[in-house]
């Protein structure tokens, strides 16, 4: 009796089923990086960073074992299958044909607006005409009832006021300002211990009920000058050491990290004691596969995982793929709407939400 061959599985098979056990080993790190505090292990922090590229190799993995080697697709499909709880924090798969009750609902927004002056410095715009420019665009969220602004800085402050007359606002000298068409009450701040990121509180009353807004601006990595340094530099051959750069630019975003986590230790702690309902406009300068979003999600609702569609990407600069700016709510509250509309006075995307509540009597 003759025995049966052993299939021949090329080279090329071997060394691709083993970039693909890497991938998958990468991949079971990020499902882990929510739950490590960065002051621990920073390192989980970057892994997390770039879940969006692992699900897309993932993808092309599984695409390659279809139409070459079958019983090597099961290591990217679970993957991807395990993955997809956080796939849904970058994809939305919500329709948002819905009927709106405007008497039961209202919109908020937030936004980064880069201190007004995205375009003086990326289009060498005269101050004049990016003051027009601003206000014609920022007429957009004229009718939304609450409006959760960061850097925010006298220049753009004046133009925000004159554009949103109808509205309050409560700001401090550090970036954050919140507008709002309903009363504000008692209103206060979290002290973060930095000139340029802070968080900012402000009770209103909606519909007979206090609610309170929350609007902060967590850490900056202050890398990506550094990184479209490092890619010039490598297009244009120059000759630097690039391996230092990309040190450099580790260790900011290992000191950034913790001290996100610290503040978001800090507002999560006064959100847990806050009295009443809450709703939360953010630039977290932080991903869905973070211990930072973590930290907020378990307290609160994410409106784009709740009512999201399409790709949910809020920065509008050369890192691909990243959503940082959030509105969150808690439980009282769901979202109905949800959409980034796009805009050229920023390098962040406002993100909208329509809201409907359901107070208890």
Not at 94 to 115: G, P, V
Not at 144 to 172: A, M, T, W
């Amino acid at each position: 009796m003759t025995r049966s061959k052993k299939p021949n599985v090329s080279i090329a098979v071997k060394v691709m089923f083993f970039a693909n056990i890497v991938l998958a080993g990468v991949t079971f790190l990020s499902f882990l990086t929510p739950f490590i505090h960065p002051k621990y292990f920073w390192v989980f922090s970057i892994i997390g960073l770039f879940f969006p590229i692992y699900m897309l190799l993932h993808g092309g993995f599984l695409v390659y074992w279809l139409f070459t080697y079958r019983k090597k697709i099961w290591l990217s499909f679970f993957c991807l299958v395990f993955g997809f709880q956080h796939i849904q924090n970058y994809i939305g798969f919500h329709s948002n044909e819905m009927l709106i009750d405007e008497e039961k609902t209202f919109q908020m927004a937030t936004f980064n607006i880069s201190y007004g002056y995205f375009q003086i410095e990326k289009n060498k715009v005269s101050k004049k005409e990016n003051s027009l420019l601003l206000a014609e665009k920022l007429e957009a969220l004229k009718e939304v009832d609450i409006i959760c602004f960061q850097e925010v800085g006298d220049y753009v402050y004046n133009i925000l006021k004159k554009s949103f007359p109808k509205h309050k606002s409560y700001r401090i000298e550090k970036g954050v300002v919140i507008f709002s068409k309903f009363p504000i009450g008692n209103k206060g701040f979290i002290e973060f211990g930095t000139f340029t990121n802070s968080c900012i509180w402000a009770d209103v009353t909606i519909k007979g009920e206090k609610v309170r807004i929350y609007n902060f601006h967590l850490q900056s990595n202050k890398v990506s000058k550094d990184a479209d340094g490092i890619v010039e530099n490598l297009q244009n051959n120059e000759n630097v050491k690039w391996y230092k750069d990309i040190k450099g630019i580790l260790r900011k975003y290992k000191n950034t990290n913790i001290s996100r986590s610290r503040q978001i230790d800090k507002v999560v702690n006064h959100m847990e004691q806050c009295p009443y309902p809450f709703l939360v406009g953010t630039d977290m300068n932080d991903v869905p596969v973070s211990y930072i979003y973590r930290q907020i999600s378990k307290i609160s609702s994410d409106a784009f995982r709740e009512r999201g569609k399409g790709l949910g990407t809020t920065y509008a600069g050369n890192i691909p793929l990243l959503r940082i700016d959030y509105l969150f709510y808690s439980k009282t509250f769901r979202c109905l709407q949800y959409k980034t509309p796009t805009t050229n006075i920023s390098d962040h995307y406002p993100v909208v939400a329509t809201l409907s509540h359901h107070f208890e009597n």
